[in-house]
């Protein structure tokens, strides 16, 4: 909605605000104030655009996530780093229900930039493994599978790197 810039001005200004109210002794407004700039200072790391993507994607809703996603027109001017590895990660993920050689491109560079949860970064590079055994890459999709397996602490991918091993052995 907001460039991140943008978002760091509206926090300043509204702390400018409420340390005037606390000259003035209105402490109860000044204490809004500074938790209101708390709601632009989270949206600076976590932007609003890619939140609503990740609940239409819980929904298994991929034409509204892509929705909400391409509202963010410019996303290395709009986002940190690790917004856009989030924002090439769910346009992988939707791109891979059609073509994954264009999904591939954006795992590689969620990859690169970062994701923040090694949920995620294990989903990622699973969704390589895949893409790479589709192109007959045994031996990258094997080192990705083995990354995807200690990232996943949790055992959710286990079932799926189980079966990507077995589909594995028999190419």
């Given at each position: 909605m907001f460039n991140k810039n943008i978002k760091l001005v509206i926090t300043a200004i509204i702390v400018?605000?409420?340390i005037y109210q606390f000259t003035r002794n209105e402490i109860l407004?000044?204490?809004f104030l500074i938790l209101f700039s708390g709601i632009f200072i989270f949206l600076y790391f976590k932007n609003e655009m890619i939140l609503l993507a990740f609940n239409r994607l819980r929904k298994q809703d991929f034409p509204g996530a892509k929705k909400w996603l391409d509202k963010i027109t410019d996303p290395e001017?709009?986002?940190v780093?690790?917004?856009q590895g989030?924002?090439?990660y769910l346009h992988g993920l939707m791109i891979s229900q059609e073509n994954m050689?264009?999904?591939e491109k954006y795992f590689k560079k969620a990859i690169a930039l970062g994701l923040n949860m090694d949920q995620d970064l294990a989903v990622a590079k699973l969704n390589l493994a895949g893409i790479s055994m589709m192109k007959r890459r045994k031996r990258e999709a094997t080192a990705l599978l083995s990354e995807a397996k200690k990232l996943d602490k949790q055992g959710m991918l286990a079932d799926q790197i189980k079966m990507m091993k077995q589909q594995?052995?028999?190419i």
């Open positions: 400018a605000y409420a407004t000044g204490i001017a709009a986002l780093q690790k917004q989030y924002y090439n050689t264009k999904a594995m052995k028999k």
